[in-house]
C-alpha cells in the first residue's frame, strides 16, 4: 500500500515498514550483530520493538490515529544472526474506538514463529495537526 517512510525509529533499528491494507502492516528485519543479546540470540527488546513498529503502522495511517495503552510479547523461539525476520500486524476492532493488534513474527525462509504479541489501542480519527 504505502511505506511508512516518517517512522525513524523503525529505521534506527533497521527495520522496514509498510502498510499493506487499511489495519495492516508489516515490518521486516534481518537481526544484525548489534541486534543480539550476551547469548548470542536475538534481544528481546528487538523483537518487541519490531512489533511495536508493525503495530504503529497498523493503526496509524492518512485517516486514524491509533494510542496503545498496553502491550505484550510472547518470545516462542529464538531469533539468530542473519535471520530475516518479518512482523504481520492485524487490527482487529473491539468497540467503536478501540482494537486489539495482534502481532506475527516469523521467518520467512522456514515459517518459524519467533515471537507473537497482542496490543490495546485506542483509535481516533485523525485531526489535520495529527499531520504535521
Known amino acids: 500500500m504505502d511505506d511508512v517512510a516518517q517512522d525513524t525509529f523503525a529505521a534506527f533499528i533497521g527495520a522496514s ?3 499493506l491494507a487499511p489495519g495492516r502492516a508489516r515490518a521486516n528485519l534481518t537481526i544484525g550483530q548489534n541486534h543480539l ?4 540470540t536475538a534481544h528481546g527488546a528487538v523483537l518487541y520493538s ?8 497498523s493503526i496509524n495511517d492518512e485517516t486514524t490515529s491509533g494510542i496503545v495503552w498496553s502491550a505484550s510479547i510472547d518470545y516462542v523461539t529464538p531469533g ?13 476492532p473491539v468497540q467503536e474506538n478501540q482494537a486489539h493488534v495482534v502481532v ?4 520467512p525462509l522456514d515459517g518459524v514463529v519467533v515471537a507473537t504479541s497482542m496490543a490495546r489501542a485506542k483509535i481516533r480519527p485523525r485531526k489535520p495537526a495529527d499531520l504535521d
Open 17 to 19: 515498514v509498510e502498510r
Open 37 to 40: 543479546n550476551p547469548h548470542g
Open 50 to 57: 519490531l512489533a511495536g513498529v508493525a503495530i504503529a503502522a
Open 104 to 107: 506475527t513474527i516469523s521467518r
Open 80 to 92: 539468530r544472526l542473519g535471520d530475516e525476520l518479518v512482523a504481520d500486524a492485524v487490527v482487529e
